[in-house]
């Protein structure tokens, strides 16, 4: 109910250490919610039982329909690993991706 029509910025840090190197990053998600009436979040509540979740809320599965935008660099930081700040970390550092076999 707070985040009902609110615009929330939620942090997914990274840390890349390999040998002497040490890289952090922090990948900001603006996720705007949408002005939704009690039933329906309660309903949401019922459905997917998100409560493992940051605002008791996912973007995934049914949880996508409370999301009135979405804006990120790197949509995968929202559910967990930002994998594509990840993928640069991993270039800078010297690895090959994709690897050959």
């Known amino acids: 109910q707070l985040m009902r029509g609110a615009t929330v910025t939620f942090h997914t ?21 949408r002005k939704l009436p009690d039933d329906i979040l309660e309903d949401y509540l019922l459905a997917e039982e998100p409560y ?6 996912k973007s995934e599965g049914l949880g996508i329909s409370l999301l009135e935008a979405m804006k990120s660099d790197d949509p995968t930081a929202l559910i967990g690993l930002p994998l594509i700040a990840l993928s640069g970390l991993l270039r800078e550092a010297g690895f090959v991706i994709p690897a050959k076999k």
């Open 52 to 57: 493992d979740c940051a605002g008791s809320a």
């Open 13 to 33: 840090a990274l840390c890349l250490m390999h040998g002497h190197l040490e890289t952090t990053l922090n990948v900001p998600t603006e996720v705007t919610f």
